[in-house]
């Protein structure tokens, strides 16, 4: 454990040094990327040295003999660690030439220093052994990442966001607390032990848990919060907190699970169906969004869902007594948290190289840019095809171990049946979404024409923010061809969790992997020999260039291209009930109509809800309750004192 601690030292440390050297702004840079960075690798090194080896390891400490805060890395927290520290790294790398705003020094360093606090909490989170350490991590976790969704906190969409999430990160905290109260309550112990507590217990601590872990997850319907406080963050803040931030909920409900060490199918359908939910509803809102950091951010809930999915499958298996399905399903999940981590990290980095050169969110803004940005442009590309599940890159790894899980679930009985076959037809379906919105994305922003001045002079000038996106999509890329030791470090990660299998043998899901190895091997060498073929038959030949046709028009303008909102349209026209479509424009009149616009927004049908029942209702009653701040200090006195007397009597 010495050298964990010591990287989480190192990591905050290097956030705390820039707030002193704000006044040398590039100095200040480098010390916050080496300090968070240099931590950040010593981690990533630890974990990948744990999960290479059976056991765990554990230290803890104790103040004043009252409060004990205790930590243990066994396989699933070295395999979380691994993801966590490996995507802080990339991130501080990204963040030198990103936060080039001189003017704003104090900012950036304040920037480091809450970045220094969400990388070691979520580590200590992952990484704690009872409750009080575990809350403690958390909370800092969840203030230091408000801090830096409100790192512009002078543009009022930002603070909203800000204030948004940090609502929804403390009602998700109450709701673990409240599982944890109801575990101290039957245990008397702050640690992690439910041995003894009856199954209607374990079922109401699950559900609570579940509630509370899913809130920060983003699952659905507690999703409000992602898709606006993700936008506002700075775009290596968005990678952190959509890669590896987020997944620390998915890390509780399996924490949780394993404590609990109760196989009934209840949790396994509980978490499949709101998996199926949160993953079609997630990719429908993405194919919606004109906004580019907000359509990635939608797209984050969709693979929760697909995360969520695979545990289901797991946890039916396990209930059901299916061995096979039941490994298939957790390997998939947890594969698909490390690979998520990756791919989700590249694309939030390459919307904020676009973001960063051309000064706009807005996709219909943009166009064209492949021409001048490559480099983000074929990253960018690759991270799509890689989160649209497409071989032979790293999504379709996870989701494919998913899939052999749902279909051993169809081969076994009536039960398993049904939900294993509605986990497959979910998964196909997001699959084809997710292909229509990534197919949407970067043809809209990367291909076609220009659609302003500013992405006519886009480019792609800054190494530090190109070397993280090469890294991450070579990642996708290595993942996808030689899946083993990936597969080897899920079946690590799933060894606490108490499936009761004993030591889970490797030569099957081995001999898998070596399947898709050799397919993507086999899909590598038809491509180079088709280009090989291609050039061959056009050695020796001119080739000339020239305008693309018009379609019968003289002078082709940008305006004639596909929006991203008409190429959506068909499809979000199906998804209407639960994505309801706002469309304002004034009618067109007359033979001469005058210039006329058009806009249209899709709605989150929770954050439309949410603000009929509760929040109107609540500003309501606030608004009525106002003549009680009257400025009169005798009264507020006043106030107290009743408060005391009422107290005195009643309690």
Same mark, same amino acid.
């Given at each position: 454990?010495?050298?964990?601690?010591?990287?989480?030292?190192?990591?905050?440390?290097?956030?705390?040094? @820039?707030?002193?050297?704000?006044?040398?702004?590039?100095?200040?840079?480098?010390?916050?990327?080496?300090?968070?960075?240099?931590?950040?690798?010593?981690?990533?090194?630890?974990?990948?040295?744990?999960?290479?080896?059976?056991?765990?390891?554990?230290?803890?400490? !104790?103040?004043?003999?009252?409060?004990?805060?205790?930590?243990?890395?066994?396989?699933?927290?070295?395999?979380?660690?691994?993801?966590?520290?490996?995507?802080?790294?990339?991130?501080?790398?990204?963040?030198?030439?990103?936060?080039?705003? /001189? !003017?704003?020094?104090?900012?950036?360093?304040?920037?480091?220093?809450?970045?220094?606090?969400?990388?070691?909490?979520?580590? $200590?989170?992952?990484? /704690?052994?009872?409750?009080?350490?575990?809350?403690?991590?958390?909370?800092?976790?969840?203030?230091?990442?408000?801090?830096?969704?409100?790192?512009?906190?002078?543009?009022?969409?930002?603070?909203?966001?800000?204030?948004?999430?940090?609502?929804?990160?403390?009602?998700?905290?109450?709701?673990?607390?409240?599982?944890?109260?109801? =575990?101290?309550?039957?245990?008397?112990?702050?640690?992690?032990?439910?041995?003894?507590?009856?199954?209607?217990?374990?079922? $109401?601590?699950?559900?609570?848990?579940?509630?509370?872990?899913?809130?920060?997850?983003?699952?659905? @319907?507690?999703?409000?919060?992602?898709?606006?406080?993700?936008?506002?963050?700075?775009?290596?803040?968005?990678?952190?907190?959509?890669?590896?931030?987020?997944?620390?909920?998915?890390?509780?409900?399996?924490?949780?699970?394993?404590?609990?060490?109760?196989?009934?199918?209840?949790?396994?359908?509980?978490?499949?169906?709101?998996?199926?939910? #949160?993953?079609?509803?997630?990719?429908?809102?993405?194919?919606?969004?004109?906004?580019?950091?907000?359509?990635?951010?939608?797209?984050?809930?969709?693979?929760?869902? %697909?995360?969520?999915?695979?545990?289901?499958?797991?946890?039916?298996?396990?209930?059901?007594?299916?061995?096979?399905?039941?490994?298939?399903?957790?390997?998939?999940?947890?594969?698909?948290?490390?690979?998520?981590?990756?791919?989700?990290?590249?694309?939030?980095?390459?919307?904020?190289?676009?973001?960063?050169?051309?000064? #706009?969110?807005?996709?219909?803004? =943009?166009?064209?840019?492949?021409?001048?940005?490559?480099?983000?442009?074929?990253?960018?590309?690759?991270?799509?095809?890689?989160?649209?599940?497409?071989?032979?890159?790293?999504?379709?790894?996870?989701?494919?171990?998913?899939?052999?899980?749902?279909?051993?679930?169809?081969?076994?009985?009536?039960?398993?049946?049904?939900?294993?076959?509605?986990?497959?037809?979910?998964?196909?379906?997001?699959?084809?979404?997710?292909?229509?919105?990534?197919?949407?994305?970067?043809?809209?922003?990367?291909?076609?024409? @220009?659609?302003?001045?500013?992405?006519?002079n886009a480019n792609e000038k800054g190494p530090a923010m190109l070397v993280p996106m090469i890294i991450l999509a070579g990642a996708c890329l290595i993942i996808g061809f030689y899946p083993g030791a990936f597969m080897f470090m899920a079946l690590?990660?799933?060894?606490?969790?108490?499936?009761?299998?004993?030591?889970?043998?490797? !030569?099957?899901?081995?001999?898998?992997?070596?399947?898709?190895?050799?397919?993507?091997?086999?899909?590598?060498?038809?491509?180079?020999?088709?280009?090989?073929?291609?050039?061959?038959?056009?050695?020796?030949?001119?080739?000339?260039?020239?305008?693309?046709?018009?379609?019968?028009?003289?002078?082709?303008?940008?305006?004639?291209?596909?929006?991203?909102?008409?190429?959506?349209?068909?499809? $979000?026209?199906?998804?209407?009930?639960?994505?309801?479509?706002?469309?304002?424009?004034?009618?067109?009149?007359?033979?001469?109509?005058?210039?006329?616009?058009?806009?249209?927004?899709?709605?989150?049908?929770?954050?439309?809800?949410?603000?009929?029942?509760?929040?109107?209702?609540?500003?309501?009653?606030?608004?009525?309750?106002?003549?009680?701040?009257?400025?009169?200090?005798?009264?507020?006195?006043?106030? %107290?004192?009743?408060?005391?007397?009422?107290?005195?009597?009643?309690?």
């Open positions: 454990m010495n050298l964990f601690f010591l990287s989480t030292l190192i990591i905050v440390s290097g956030g705390i040094l @820039p707030l002193f050297l704000s006044r040398h702004f590039n100095l200040m840079k480098i010390t916050g990327v080496l300090g968070i960075g240099t931590g950040c690798a010593l981690g990533a090194l630890d974990a990948l040295s744990k999960l290479s080896h059976d056991g765990s390891a554990s230290a803890s400490m !104790e103040y004043m003999n009252a409060i004990a805060l205790a930590f243990s890395i066994d396989g699933l927290s070295a395999f979380f660690l691994l993801a966590i520290f490996a995507i802080c790294l990339l991130a501080a790398i990204y963040s030198f030439h990103y936060m080039d705003n /001189a !003017e704003k020094a104090l900012q950036t360093a304040t920037n480091y220093f809450f970045f220094s606090l969400l990388a070691s909490s979520m580590a $200590l989170v992952v990484a /704690a052994d009872n409750m009080i350490t575990f809350m403690l991590a958390w909370e800092v976790m969840s203030i230091a990442s408000f801090f830096l969704v409100i790192h512009d906190h002078q543009t009022p969409e930002n603070r909203q966001a800000g204030y948004l999430y940090f609502i929804f990160s403390h009602v998700g905290a109450m709701f673990i607390l409240a599982a944890f109260g109801v =575990l101290y309550g039957h245990t008397g112990s702050f640690g992690f032990d439910a041995a003894g507590l009856s199954d209607s217990t374990k079922i $109401l601590i699950f559900v609570l848990a579940f509630i509370g872990f899913g809130s920060k997850a983003g699952v659905f @319907p507690f999703h409000v919060w992602l898709p606006h406080a993700h936008p506002a963050a700075p775009s290596h803040i968005s990678a952190v907190m959509s890669g590896v931030m987020i997944k620390t909920g998915i890390y509780g409900i399996l924490r949780i699970y394993s404590i609990l060490n109760l196989h009934t199918p209840l949790f396994g359908e509980m978490v499949l169906t709101a998996g199926m939910i #949160t993953g079609i509803l997630g990719v429908v809102y993405a194919l919606g969004q004109n906004d580019i950091k907000r359509l990635l951010a939608y797209s984050s809930v969709e693979n929760i869902g %697909i995360i969520l999915i695979g545990l289901g499958v797991g946890m039916i298996g396990v209930a059901l007594g299916n061995p096979i399905m039941a490994v298939l399903g957790f390997c998939g999940g947890l594969l698909h948290v490390l690979n998520h981590s990756i791919f989700k990290s590249l694309l939030f980095m390459g919307a904020g190289v676009v973001v960063h050169k051309t000064g #706009t969110r807005s996709i219909n803004m =943009l166009g064209g840019l492949l021409k001048n940005m490559k480099i983000t442009g074929a990253a960018f590309l690759i991270g799509s095809l890689a989160i649209s599940g497409l071989p032979p890159f790293n999504g379709f790894v996870g989701e494919f171990f998913i899939y052999m899980g749902g279909f051993r679930g169809v081969a076994a009985d009536s039960r398993a049946f049904v939900v294993s076959l509605a986990a497959i037809v979910s998964l196909a379906v997001i699959g084809g979404l997710a292909l229509a919105c990534f197919t949407r994305l970067m043809g809209i922003v990367f291909q076609g024409e @220009p659609r302003s001045r500013a992405a006519v690590k990660a799933m060894a606490p969790l108490n499936l009761g299998y004993g030591r889970i043998p490797i !030569e099957p899901f081995a001999q898998m992997s070596s399947h898709i190895t050799m397919a993507a091997t086999l899909f590598l060498a038809l491509f180079l020999a088709a280009l090989a073929f291609r050039k061959l038959l056009y050695q020796g030949k001119s080739i000339g260039r020239s305008g693309t046709w018009g379609c019968g028009f003289t002078q082709p303008t940008t305006r004639m291209q596909y929006t991203g909102t008409s190429y959506a349209a068909s499809i $979000l026209e199906f998804f209407k009930p639960a994505a309801p479509l706002e469309e304002t424009h004034p009618p067109v009149n007359g033979l001469f109509p005058e210039k006329t616009y058009y806009r249209s927004r899709v709605h989150d049908i929770i954050e439309l809800n949410m603000h009929r029942t509760i929040v109107n209702p609540v500003l309501w009653l606030f608004e009525k309750l106002r003549w009680i701040q009257h400025g009169d200090i005798h009264l507020y006195i006043g106030y %107290i004192l009743a408060a005391i007397v009422i107290l005195l009597f009643f309690v």
